[in-house]
């Protein structure tokens, strides 16, 4: 049973534009958190959001940024594609330990 | 920093084989491990979890032993079916803002016998 909807599931942009994907969860979590899947399915984590503070994975390039309305909002936005982009990009949502994720959102940057 | 290592790349057996995932962790203190499934066009799934030393985790016929003095959490099925075609995760909880810290990946592939 998803809990975790994300959209859209697929874009195709090219290099330098503006992207955005959305991420809204129902299970009243309180922490939301951004994961990047690249082509060789590993899972690196970008962002975690709680309660307004933001903790940002260092590695992650500035042109990303997280925004939210509420706690059940976590969008992600991507100021000026680079192809290196290109990957499947997780939301997820967590309690304690466990994280429950969405579908995802594949960018293909050409 | 906190990490996971995991048999690399895929497995490919024949149904009914047994299968074995090898996941071995390095972390500060003591950390819950997880096995995540994520099969194809989804999210990744909670499988289970341990939180302590010699916890067995299970599910749907998957099954891992928390052990601390290897520090591993090899990932376990008696009789490996088509059905279980999915890449899996093993994962730790992470000093980083409670996210987890997740292995490479591992692609497991059935075969017809």
């Known amino acids: 049973e998803t809990a975790v909807f994300q959209t859209p599931n697929y874009h195709v942009t090219q290099v330098g534009n503006e992207v955005s994907f959305n991420c809204k969860q129902t299970l009243g979590h309180d922490t939301m958190y951004w994961y990047k899947q690249d082509s060789k399915k590993l899972l690196k984590i970008m962002f975690s959001?709680?309660?307004?503070?933001?903790?940002v994975n260092e590695t992650v390039p500035r042109r990303f940024s997280p925004q939210s309305s509420d706690k059940a909002h976590l969008n992600l936005r991507i100021k000026s594609v680079e192809p290196e982009d290109s990957a499947v990009y997780l939301c997820?949502?967590?309690?304690?330990?466990?994280?429950?994720f969405g579908e995802g959102s594949r960018l293909i940057v050409v | 920093g906190d990490s996971v290592t995991q048999t690399e790349g895929q497995v490919a057996l024949s149904e009914e084989d047994f299968l074995t995932i090898h996941c071995n962790y390095s972390?500060?203190?003591?950390?819950?491990l997880f096995w995540y499934v994520q099969y194809p066009g989804e999210g990744p799934q909670l499988l289970f979890r341990?939180?302590?030393?010699?916890e067995k985790g299970s599910s749907r016929g998957f099954e891992a032993t928390y052990d601390k003095g290897t520090t591993s959490f090899h990932l376990r099925k008696a009789s490996v079916q088509e059905s279980d075609s999915a890449v899996y995760y093993c994962?730790?909880?992470?000093?980083?803002?409670?996210?987890?810290?997740f292995g490479s990946g591992t692609k497991v592939i059935p075969c017809l016998p």
């Open positions: 972390a500060s203190g003591y950390p819950t």
């Open positions: 997820a949502t967590g309690a304690g330990n466990t994280l429950y």
């Open positions: 341990a939180s302590r030393d010699k």
């Open positions: 994962a730790l909880s992470d000093s980083f803002a409670s996210a987890l810290t």
């Open positions: 959001y709680n309660n307004k503070q933001l903790i």
